[in-house]
């Protein structure tokens, strides 16, 4: 059973020698970096797959490209190489249920999977699903993890059950109008943090977005917008231990408008969310720096933190209002490590020993002995 369709056979590199020396000592796992992938934010993405590979250093570098195809990837490249597409001179991948990533001869050697890809199937839990299938280890969230923290809606409803502050998030449409009055944040239910968010003025306006925005047709919200809002990050990790990073607060690039920090803002810096202007650490009141991280720890519970996530929230009247939950943030938020102080390398090997010591699938088959088979009548009686 193939989670992906067979491509034809041309790897780079051959994962193994065709007839490898018997003195020699077999290599070791190498981790693999998973980056791309069929999503809007596929050349974030990208950015944040290649800075990984560089830090780590031996890797298989996997690019998931806008059709869905694997490639194995020369980790040398620079981001330019991926303008056109594949890359020249890569092999191709298959991924395969009970084998993992499979090239022209056999399983890549992979010790675990660190997983790059931002937004879409790569976040959402379509992928999480595919690896556990595979057999592969990786970081991040599990399938309900993922799910949920992609779902706006979903994480929305959660954290207001869990009574933890949060604005009103709703979904809408010509004959469901927003239950309070404007102006809005129309966000896609089914999306990353920045990419297809409009603020409108009215419910009709927001109804015309939901054709006009190609991004929202899968689903989308609602929710107030508030001039006076601040945002407040905080990057979150599960993994030797529950830590936090610094608390940033985003500033909107020079020039660039709005009235909400957007995709430029965050970034089109050259180097995904790294060189986006920030005050970091925020300066913030006692009480406030204490509620941020009071509610970013909920949050870590609630959500079943695993991995390395960014949590946002909006500061606004005095009050601390949890937003959204990015469980594969813009570089893996590496940037946000300043007090406590940890090197992005560390970080991915943390990761990666999570990965492996942290498994994300507990399948069991208790309860299945033949019992109901044994007592079952004929099938032909059962259907009537």
């Not at 779902?151 to 109008?177: E, M, W």
């Not at 949050?299 to 500061?315: K, N």
């Not at 390398?345 to 507990?362: D, F």
Request: with cysteine; glycine share 12%.
């Amino acid at each position: 059973m193939t989670c992906q369709t067979t491509f034809p056979e041309q790897p780079f590199p051959s994962p193994v020698p065709e007839s490898p020396d018997p003195t020699e000592e077999p290599a070791l796992p190498q981790p693999a970096v998973l980056f791309g992938g069929p999503s809007p934010e596929h050349d974030v993405s990208i950015l944040t797959g290649l800075q990984a590979a560089r830090a780590l250093g031996e890797v298989h570098t996997v690019y998931w490209d806008k059709t869905g195809a694997f490639w194995e990837v020369d980790p040398g490249l620079e981001a330019d190489a991926f303008v056109e597409g594949v890359p020249r001179k890569s092999g191709q991948l298959r991924l395969v249920a009970g084998e993992g990533l499979v090239g022209k001869r056999r399983p890549l050697d992979v010790s675990a999977v660190l997983n790059c890809c931002h937004g879409g199937p790569g976040e959402d839990g379509t992928i999480q699903a595919a690896l556990d299938l595979a057999g592969l280890a990786y970081t991040g969230p599990n399938v309900a993890g993922a799910a949920l923290g992609m779902d706006k809606l979903a994480f929305a409803n959660v954290v207001t059950a869990a009574r933890l502050p949060s604005l009103p998030r709703v979904t809408f449409g010509p004959d469901r109008p927003p239950p309070f009055p404007g102006p809005y944040i129309v966000k896609p239910r089914f999306g990353g943090s920045s990419i297809g968010i409009d603020v409108v003025a009215d419910a009709g306006v927001a109804v015309a977005r939901l054709q006009a925005n190609p991004h929202l047709r899968a689903g989308a919200v609602v929710e107030p917008y508030r001039e006076d809002a601040v945002d407040l990050n905080v990057a979150v990790r599960s993994w030797p231990a529950l830590e936090q990073s610094a608390i940033e607060k985003p500033l909107r690039r020079q020039g660039g408008g709005g009235e909400i920090l957007g995709y430029g803002d965050k970034y089109l810096g050259g180097e995904g969310m790294v060189n986006a202007p920030r005050e970091l650490p925020a300066e913030l009141t006692a009480a406030t720096e204490a509620r941020v991280r009071e509610l970013t720890t909920a949050v870590a519970g609630l959500a079943g933190l695993r991995g390395l996530a960014r949590i946002d929230f909006l500061l606004t009247g005095g009050e601390v209002f949890v937003n959204e939950m990015n469980t594969i943030p813009g570089s893996l938020a590496k940037y946000l490590w300043v007090a406590p102080a940890i090197a992005f390398r560390q970080l991915l090997h943390h990761l990666l020993e999570e990965a492996s010591r942290r498994p994300t699938t507990h399948w069991t088959t208790a309860g299945a002995d033949g019992t109901a088979l044994r007592s079952a009548s004929s099938i032909a009686s059962k259907l009537g």
